[in-house]
């Protein structure tokens, strides 16, 4: 598939501070062994995508990093009830990664892959079962948990520190995902 006109910049190669790496974005298949973080495009209903922030002001979608022996299901499970307080109804569809080549010299953490690890980012229906815990060992601090039409989801995340999930958002809904 090619690149949609419009989101030319959400697959250029691209600097990441926060993680000191270079990502492109790609539509292949990731490896199963490269996958290091997982993004959800969540949708407790039809047209309603979830949202989060956290107390550094970050906007972003639900997801993050694979712990040891998780599976893509287990980590995305861990990772919606964690930000926001959702489980999977359903299965989870891959549709977009960025593939990343880390800078570093060893990875930071030793379960990491090295130096090049694949960011995915899937469309999964869900449940909203509660608010997401407080005080979760590693887990971002979650102020906000956002169910919003994708229009304005789109527009919430674009005013953000980081504007990528706003970008994957407007991709899923271009693809007819959400």
């Known amino acids: 598939m090619g690149i949609p006109p419009g989101f030319e910049s959400l697959f250029d190669e691209t600097y990441v501070d926060y ?15 490269l996958v290091h973080r997982i993004h959800l495009v969540a949708t407790p209903e ?19 990093r694979l712990e040891p022996g998780e599976t893509l299901e287990s980590a995305a499970a861990r990772e919606l009830y964690e930000e926001a ?6 299965p989870l ?24 690890m694949w960011w ?38 674009a005013d953000s520190i980081d504007d990528t999930g706003a970008d994957v958002l407007r991709l899923a809904a271009r693809l007819g995902l959400v």
Not at 19 to 25: E, F, K, L, Q, S
């Open 120 to 157: 995915i980012y899937a469309v999964i229906p869900t449940e909203v079962v509660g608010e997401p815990p407080t005080g979760v060992d590693g887990a971002e601090q979650i102020t906000a948990v956002r169910h919003l039409p994708v229009s304005e989801a789109i527009d919430w995340m």
């Open 93 to 116: 569809r891959v549709f977009f990664s960025h593939i990343a080549h880390s800078r570093n010299a060893a990875p930071y953490l030793p379960h990491v892959p090295h130096p090049t």
């Open 85 to 90: 307080g959702s489980k999977p109804t359903g």
């Open 19 to 33: 993680a000191n790496a270079d990502t492109v974005g790609t539509f292949d298949e990731p490896p199963p062994e």
């Open 46 to 64: 039809p047209g309603t995508v979830t949202a989060c922030e956290s107390i550094e002001g970050w906007r972003f979608l639900p997801g993050g």
